[in-house]
T-cell receptor, first 116, second 110 residues
Framework: DTGVSQNPRHKITKRGQNVTFRCDPI?????LYWYRQTLGQGPEFLTY????????KSRLLSDRFSAERPKGSFSTLEIQRTEQGDSAMYLC??????????????FGPGTRLTVL | AQSVTQLDSQVPVFEEAPVELRCNYS??????LFWYVQYPNQGLQLLLK??????LVKGINGFEAEFNKSQTSFHLRKPSVHISDTAEYFC????????FGTGTRLLVSP
C-alpha cells in the first residue's frame, strides 16, 4: 500500500495558463475525491468519482474546472485560464468499496498551486 | 445541509497536559463524524471516526472523541499531549462528500 499520490506537488503558473494535476488512488479503491484547501480554511469538496463515473460536483467547480477518471483508475483535474483566486492546495482522496455506508477517505499530500 | 463549527482557531498547551478540541456540527441526515490531523506539508490523516454504536470513539495516537447528539458535539480529547502532537486538526461531517471545519491549530510547548 503506497498511499494516494499526487503530482506535481507544487505548481507555479501565470494567470491565464492551463494546469493539470494528477491523482493516483490506493489500488482497488473505487471512490476518488477532489478537495480544495485555501490558507487558514478546511478542505472544501469539489467532486467525486465512483469508478469512472463522476457522481457529484460542487458549485465551486466552475466551467473552467474539469475532472476525469478514465478507466476508473487515476484522475486528472484541469483548470483552464487560471485566476489568482485559484491559488490553493488541491487534495485528492480515495476510499475502498463498501456495502453502502461511508468509509475512510485516505488523503494524498496535495498539489499546491500558485497563480501569479 | 451539513456544517461544522470548530470553536477554537488555536489551542496552546504545555506538554503532558490534557487537551480538548471542540467541534459542533449541524446535519439533517444521519451523522458520520471524523477527526483528521494535518502535519506541516503533509496530507490529512484520519484520527478517528464515528459512524454508529458507542458514543466514545478511540483513535490513533491516544486521541478519543465523544459523540453527543443532544449537544450536537464531537469534541476531541487527549489526556496527555506530546510535542509531536503539534498540528492542525480538522473535524468533518458527511457521507461520501465531507464538510470540514476551519481547523484548530494545536500548539504544544515544553
Amino acid at each position: 500500500d503506497t498511499g494516494v499520490s499526487q503530482n506535481p506537488r507544487h505548481k507555479i503558473t501565470k494567470r491565464g495558463q492551463n494546469v493539470t494535476f494528477r491523482c493516483d488512488p490506493i489500488s482497488e479503491h473505487n471512490r476518488l475525491y477532489w478537495y480544495r484547501q485555501t490558507l487558514g480554511q478546511g478542505p472544501e469538496f469539489l467532486t467525486y468519482f465512483q469508478n469512472e463515473a463522476q457522481l457529484e460536483k460542487s458549485r465551486l467547480l466552475s466551467d473552467r474546472f474539469s475532472a476525469e477518471r478514465p478507466k476508473g483508475s487515476f484522475s486528472t483535474l484541469e483548470i483552464q485560464r487560471t485566476e489568482q483566486g485559484d491559488s490553493a492546495m488541491y487534495l485528492c482522496a480515495s476510499s475502498p468499496p463498501t456495502s453502502g455506508s461511508t468509509d475512510t477517505q485516505y488523503f494524498g499530500p496535495g498539489t499546491r498551486l500558485t497563480v501569479l | 445541509a451539513q456544517s461544522v463549527t470548530q470553536l477554537d482557531s488555536q489551542v496552546p498547551v504545555f506538554e503532558e497536559a490534557p487537551v480538548e478540541l471542540r467541534c459542533n456540527y449541524s446535519s439533517s441526515v444521519s451523522v458520520y463524524l471524523f477527526w483528521y490531523v494535518q502535519y506541516p506539508n503533509q496530507g490529512l490523516q484520519l484520527l478517528l471516526k464515528y459512524l454508529s454504536g458507542s458514543t466514545l470513539v478511540k483513535g490513533i495516537n491516544g486521541f478519543e472523541a465523544e459523540f453527543n447528539k443532544s449537544q450536537t458535539s464531537f469534541h476531541l480529547r487527549k489526556p496527555s499531549v506530546h510535542i509531536s502532537d503539534t498540528a492542525e486538526y480538522f473535524c468533518a461531517v458527511g457521507f461520501q462528500k465531507l464538510v470540514f471545519g476551519t481547523g484548530t491549530r494545536l500548539l504544544v510547548s515544553p
